[in-house]
């Protein structure tokens, strides 16, 4: 399943996010994923938690925003820890 | 704790890819269309029938897209009109990535009408832009006619639905009309046609509806170019 490759897109985007910021880890991601937009949250979840696993990204949780209604799959936001 | 604002879209190197197809078919008159359908639903059968069909001298190429074996290329193959396999080796549809690369080498002003046969599967390639002017779903009178509901991400990004193997409706209990009203319900603005490749309804509609939308989506353009 494709979520697999979802996944790994937003730990790349996460992960520059983080190395920009001089290697601040990241605690939390927020999604906003639309019912139409094909993605299984839990699937996604999943994926995430294990292509993370033994990763600087490794505990990152993904704050998902879901509206039934549309097709959104975006990356709304990253937030980083105090170094 | 920092908090940063991106607000990006997740599959936006898809979609940067997708763009740079979207404006190359633009720029060459090519219109692109991306097949969409469960595996079997007849997408390579109404795809020969169609290359059959039209116009002798038309200058169509096709993409045709599976996880493995390059048997649907080697049936289009024999239209004669360019066909080239997409192995994916594993990935379920298709990306922009692997639409660019499969065209590295091919003319694209000598092109009008440029097939994508998908991946079989009613769920992902949704998600994925090919920089196609329009997505088609291509539904066999033998899945039933919830399928719209059951896969709505699909039916509404689609332009068209094509209800494919009518010939067999007689030997079943599906209400043809109600499959069009239940994509109707997930996208209002959604087009219909019934076809078989086996007696040739609809095929001729069908040729029609790809014929008028060059015309309307990519006629304008060679109209002001020609200005």
Known sequence: MHELSIAASILETVRRQSEAHGGARAARAGLRIGGRS???????RFCFGAIA???????CELAIDYEAEGAALDLAWVELEDQ | ???LVL???VLSENDRVAARLRERFAGHGVLCLNLISSPGAGKTLLLERTLERMPKGTRAAVLTGDIQTDNDARRLARSGYPVKQITTAGACHLDAS????AIEQWPLEEIDYLFVENVGNLVCPASYDLGEHAKVVVLSVTEGEDKPLKYPATFYRAALMILNKVDLLPH????AELAAGYAREVHPEIEVIRTSCVSGEGLAEWIGWIERKREEWVGTKEREMAR
């Open chain 1, 38 to 44: 094909g993605v299984d949250t839990e699937s996604l």
């Open chain 2, 7 to 9: 607000e990006k879209k």
């Open chain 2, 1 to 3: 704790m920092k908090h």
């Open chain 2, 172 to 175: 079943l209990t599906l209400d």
């Open chain 2, 98 to 101: 692997m639409i660019e690369r």
């Open chain 1, 53 to 59: 696993a033994g990763t600087p990204e490794e505990g």
